[in-house]
């Protein structure tokens, strides 16, 4: 392939985030990077260059430097990690035989530590992957032994041999689930650090633009205030910087005021800034000249105001990116963080209710009226907030990167996020499910779809159904809350209370038709009632709560209680109050209560340090009752290992769908033929039952007599080719009559309803079983999705469908077959025999695979599926193929300014992710690729 003439891969770059937490960009590297090659070699030592190449060499030849910046992109791939005009490494493979690559790194002496060979690793691996390379070989000398680390801590299982002085290393480049798990580990604490800079900042500029009264003017003034005020009463004693404001603070405030950023000697860590989008663009340098780390942008006039605003947009996001600094918003409500310094509220609401001074809240939202709701809420209910941020346009940091902090940040016990739009599912997936399995994470989704596209939002559309967000976060083990009051009921109780070993739930009220009420709601949510409810009287005082209350503590038959309280006086005794508080710091299991007139998290429900939380009704403290039992259900499972069935070759497969996308162009989606099809599932252990295709009665004939009776007869077109009512299928033909006749018939009626003629095909029977459905599809905002259903009306009219997004456990994949509501009859409906559901569940994790694995694959749809009850047998498959653009495909990135991106999608780009940092294991070496 001529190298000059080949298309520039510009889906490779990313910007990525170290280890260290700065920001570097990674890209495919250029003819004209020749000269910062050059500069980059020249500042090695004299080791790092003989481990590099093997021999001395001052300086790279004409020669070289046109071989190392020359490459085809496919047979010869390099990529460069850069930061401004300098080359601060490089990863290459070049193929030596089909699927083999030799592979080599060459990091900057002065790069060593951060874990840039790591990031190239995983890049490098991912566009091999794409150009049918599946092996990475590399020799390596003894000396440098940290490269051979690089390689296996990576998560491969690296084999190696000595011979003539040199090591001689190869691997499997395929994606594993250990290879995973560090990948997504490294991008967990990468991402973490990246964001210490916005929420754990010693020191604090608010940059206000504009004219007077103006919204920057307006905005930075609030957020100054509220700092300056901190800074006076000692919560904050970091630095504090307030830059061009028309009203000051007061002259006696502890602060710093300045007429411009020229005047500011800094360091600072984040910078809050607010006016015309051209102001806060142009202070970017000079912010950056000042160490800021994080920059909040409140006001407007961005992405909200296409196409000319978008274009400001990406301009913001692209001078940040080469800034190296994290960016916020714009139209942010603004950030609340707690570092060495103290708290600081660098946001537009009046600090009031709790502070957090031990464990609380970390909330999340986006859109500014979002950020009020969310603080007003929570400060009404007494919760304290650990954390805050608000993402505005999500140019930049989102809920992924806010919930990789939480993961690392002790103060924040428990999440919510307030989503109203989701940029990558697939990513939020990923890191929810790994927060919540060591905190709970509570989250509501606006709007009735979950697909609503905020101005100022660049997001991809989906053409999944709701429920594919609900089960998304289920899987996640993810509180889906229907409200921001609801998420915050949530949120309370798990932050004040522990979670609950099980369902069985014990009521306590002052009223029977009350605790009649409660347990009509508990058993509307799935969760029992234990015993028989304790009423008390009306006007009962303290005594008689805490004599009932022990005699309810003595029990064991039960694992949460839900205290309902409506005193007819309407005015709750606080001794009653502290009678449940000091009954539930005695116990060990979950409280919550609905008790008139607190609400919350009150002084009068606390006592030895534990509070119980009190909600306005019944319902909503049933409801925070039964998001706190499933989360803690399936926190039970949450270490669970993912599906893994033998018999399965991605490099095989991306071999078949290679060939298949020879021709097709980006933007289209083409059906394979059924052999090419046949091949691709049998890369992971699918087997087709054959069929022959006919076109006339004596071919049908002479098919059916080859494949041996009985047979069945198919209308090939998709409209009738499932339908028995309609005509388009017939079943045990028993001879040569049957079949022609069939034929005859079918092929008239195929005629009739279709207004063409159309092929059939013939096939041997399947073992008697129950006819399912199981599909895979590639959708541009979630990625891969698996459904499932029972074939016929349940999955066609009743749209009784399971979802789940890849990858799955085996959990998930039980959970699919079972929560369709026809599942009984594949479970012994009405005494008939139960089919064989393990081998569905088998078929499930391997279609969950084969997407998982391969984005090319637009839409497989196996169907009919039929399950017997002994094994089962696929009689049908569509399979669609086309160019990939899937945003988390194991190399993760920040999102990227590079393209506008169209109004509902965004600009495609790799999705990758970096590591590094210092220590042994992350340290990077080179490798020789032969010259």
Not at 12 to 26: C, E, K, N, S, Y
Not at 348 to 358: I, K, R, S, T
Not at 804 to 824: C, K, N
């Amino acid at each position: 392939m001529d190298a000059d003439a080949a298309a520039y891969p510009s889906r490779w770059m990313a910007d990525v985030v170290l280890r260290d937490g700065a920001t570097m960009q990674i890209r495919p590297i250029r003819p004209e990077d020749a000269d910062a090659l050059q500069r980059m070699h020249l500042g090695q030592s004299a080791q790092s260059v003989y481990y590099r190449f093997f021999a001395p060499m001052e300086r790279l030849g004409e020669r070289d430097l046109h071989r190392f910046t020359h490459v085809d992109h496919h047979d010869r791939v390099a990529l460069v990690l850069v930061h401004g005009d300098d080359l601060r490494a490089v990863g290459r493979f070049d193929v030596v035989e089909p699927g083999t690559a030799e592979v080599a790194f060459y990091v900057a002496d002065t790069e060593h530590g951060r874990g840039l060979g790591s990031v190239l690793l995983e890049h490098l691996a991912a566009a091999a992957r794409e150009v049918g390379v599946d092996r990475f070989v590399a020799d390596v000398l003894p000396g440098n032994a940290k490269m051979i680390r690089v390689f296996s801590d990576a998560g491969y299982e690296v084999a190696q041999h000595y011979e003539d002085g040199v090591i001689s290393v190869e691997f499997s480049i395929e994606e594993t689930e250990r290879s995973w798990r560090v990948m997504a580990e490294r991008e967990r604490h990468a991402e973490a650090l990246s964001m210490r800079g916005l929420f754990q900042a010693g020191s604090v500029l608010v940059l206000a633009a504009g004219p007077p009264g103006g919204e920057g003017q307006v905005l930075a003034g609030a957020v100054a205030r509220e700092l300056a005020g901190a800074r006076t009463s000692g919560a904050f004693t970091g630095g504090l910087d307030l830059v061009g404001l028309a009203a000051p603070p007061p002259a006696d405030a502890d602060v710093a005021v300045h007429g411009s950023l020229g005047s500011v000697t800094g360091p600072v860590d984040l910078a809050v800034a607010a006016g015309p989008p051209a102001e806060v663009v142009a202070a970017v340098p000079a912010l950056e000249a000042l160490g800021v780390r994080a920059l909040v942008v409140l006001s407007h006039g961005f992405g909200e105001q296409r196409p000319a605003g978008m274009a400001r947009q990406r301009e913001l996001l692209r001078s940040t990116r080469e800034a190296g600094i994290r960016v916020v918003g714009p139209a942010s409500y603004g950030v609340v963080g707690q570092g060495p310094a103290g708290r600081y509220n660098a946001s537009l609401w009046a600090e009031q209710g709790v502070v957090a001074d031990g464990p609380g809240v970390g909330i999340f939202g986006q859109s500014a009226s979002a950020g009020l709701a969310l603080r007003s809420t929570a400060a009404r209910r007494g919760l304290p907030v650990s954390t805050f941020l608000s993402a505005g346009h999500r140019v930049d940091v989102s809920g992924n990167d806010t919930m990789q902090f939480w993961s690392a940040h002790e103060p924040t016990a428990v999440g919510a996020v307030y989503l109203e739009s989701i940029g990558n599912p697939r990513k939020f997936s990923r890191v929810a499910r790994a927060l919540s399995s060591t905190k709970p994470l509570v989250a509501v989704v606006s709007g009735q779809t979950g697909q609503s596209t905020p101005p100022g939002h660049a997001v991809r559309t989906s053409r999944q159904p709701r429920r594919v967000l609900t089960e998304m976060l289920r899987q996640a083990g993810v509180v889906h809350a229907s409200s921001v009051r609801e998420m915050l009921d949530v949120a309370a109780l798990l932050l004040a209370q522990p979670l609950p070993a099980g369902p069985r739930t014990a009521v306590v009220s002052s009223s029977a038709a009350l605790a009649g009420l409660v347990g009509e709601v508990l058993r509307a949510g799935g969760l029992g009632v234990a015993g028989e409810a304790v009423v008390l009287p009306p006007l009962a005082g303290p005594d008689r709560y805490e004599e009932a209350l022990a005699a309810l503590a003595a029990r064991s038959d039960w694992d949460a209680v839900v205290v309902a309280h409506s005193p007819p006086l309407g005015r709750t005794d606080p001794e009653v109050a502290q009678a449940v508080a000091r009954a539930a710091a005695a116990d060990g299991r979950t409280w919550v209560a609905a008790v008139h007139g607190l609400h919350g998290l009150t002084p009068e429900l606390t006592a030895e340090g534990r509070t119980v939380p009190s909600t306005t009704t019944v319902e909503d403290a049933v409801a925070a009752l039964v998001g706190a039992v499933e989360h803690a259900a399936w926190r039970r499972r949450a270490g669970e290992e993912l599906v893994a069935p033998t018999g399965i070759d991605p490099a095989a497969a991306r071999r078949v769908i290679g060939r298949a996308l020879e021709g097709v162009v980006p933007g289209e989606r083409r059906r394979v033929e059924t052999a090419t099809a046949a091949a691709l599932l049998g890369c992971y252990g699918i087997t087709l039952l054959p069929a022959t295709a006919v076109t006339d009665a004596d071919g049908a004939v002479e098919a059916a007599a080859a494949i041996g009776h009985p047979v069945a007869l198919k209308v090939a077109d998709d409209v009738l080719r499932h339908r028995t009512d309609l005509g388009g299928v017939r079943l045990d033909l028993a001879d040569a009559d049957d079949v022609r006749e069939a034929f005859v018939h079918m092929s008239a009626r195929a005629a009739h309803v279709l207004g063409r003629p159309s092929t059939f095909e013939v096939q041997a029977m399947a073992p008697p079983g129950v006819a399912c459905v199981v599909r895979g599809t590639e959708d541009d905002l979630y990625g891969p999705v698996v459904a499932f259903g029972v074939a016929g009306d349940a999955v066609e009219l009743l749209g009784d469908v399971s979802y789940r997004i890849p990858p799955l456990t085996p959990t998930d994949v039980a959970e699919m077959v079972r929560s369709v509501r026809a599942a009984p009859r594949l479970l012994g409906h009405r005494g008939l025999p139960a089919a064989d559901v393990a081998a569905l569940e088998d078929l499930l994790a391997r279609v969950s695979m084969l997407v998982d694995d391969l984005p090319e694959v637009a839409e497989v749809a196996l169907n009919p599926v039929i399950v017997g009850e002994d094994g089962l047998c696929v009689a049908s498959a569509v399979l669609e193929v086309g160019h990939p653009v899937r945003q988390d495909a194991g190399r993760r990135s920040l999102p990227t300014p590079a393209e506008p991106a169209p109004v509902g999608v965004v600009a495609d780009g790799p999705g990758t992710r970096t590591a590094g940092g210092r220590g042994s294991e992350e340290d990077d070496g080179g490798a020789r690729v032969e010259q």
